[in-house]
């Protein structure tokens, strides 16, 4: 059984630019959901993807958003950088209608924005 | 006021101790439970999940809910070194919606 796969690992992007981040599901899992996590706080909820469509989404802008493939793997674009979006971003993969609960996260993309 | 609070420490305690971590919530429509490990540079792992209220026991963890209060604990025994991590506390309302974290409390097991 894989993980959850993210890449790139690391990233060093300018204020203003644009970031693609990507992320391949554990295996047999249905929902994506993306999350960003600032120095020393806990995963801030930015929304989720289940069977291709937005399945809610947290208090982020528009200029956050998202893919889900029908392989189930998922993209994060971010766009019009600011430096505040420096962060790890997490990746975390679930079966929606599944006996066990809770997600799997990857390792997350360390993104920082000079 | 966050929807979920939690002491960000850090607690550092000697090896053997019992750790005991809580969190409180406001939101009543939270069923599901849950505490994640996140070691340095890594995304948190999943070690307990509860429905309701109750306790959940699983090996040196056990994870307790008490709805009435909005309160959860995780109670680690014969703490170990390899224990030291950040831990999350984590909450929804149903299995298919968005899982809130707590800002993680950093723990230290002393050797």
């Known amino acids: 059984e894989t993980g959850v796969t993210q890449s790139p690992t690391h990233l060093i992007k300018t204020r203003g630019q644009q970031v693609t981040l990507r992320c391949s599901s554990q295996s047999g899992h249905n929902t994506v959901s993306w999350y960003q996590q600032a120095l020393g706080q806990g995963p801030q909820f930015i929304f989720q993807y289940y069977r291709e469509e937005e399945n809610g989404r947290g208090n982020f802008p528009p200029r956050f958003s998202g893919l889900q493939f029908p392989n189930y793997s998922s993209e994060l674009n971010v766009n019009a950088l600011e430096l505040d979006d420096s962060a790890l971003y997490l990746c975390a993969s679930s079966l929606v209608g599944g006996q066990n609960y809770g997600y799997t996260f990857g390792s997350g993309t360390r993104l920082t924005v000079v | 006021q966050k929807e979920v609070e939690q002491d960000p420490g850090p607690l550092s305690v000697p090896e053997g101790a019992i750790v005991s971590l809580n969190c409180t919530y406001s939101?009543?429509?939270?069923?599901?439970f849950m505490w994640y490990r996140q070691y340095s540079r890594k995304g948190p792992e999943l070690l307990m999940y509860t429905y309701s209220s109750g306790n959940k026991e699983d090996g040196r963890f056990t994870a307790q809910v008490d709805k009435s209060s909005k309160y959860i604990s995780l109670f680690i025994r014969d703490s170990q070194p390899s224990d030291s991590a950040t831990y999350l506390c984590?909450?929804?309302?149903?299995?298919?919606?968005?899982?809130?974290f707590g800002s993680g409390t950093r723990l230290s097991i002393r050797p």
């Open positions: 984590a909450m929804s309302g149903s299995s298919a919606s968005k899982i809130i």
């Open positions: 939101n009543s429509a939270f069923q599901y």
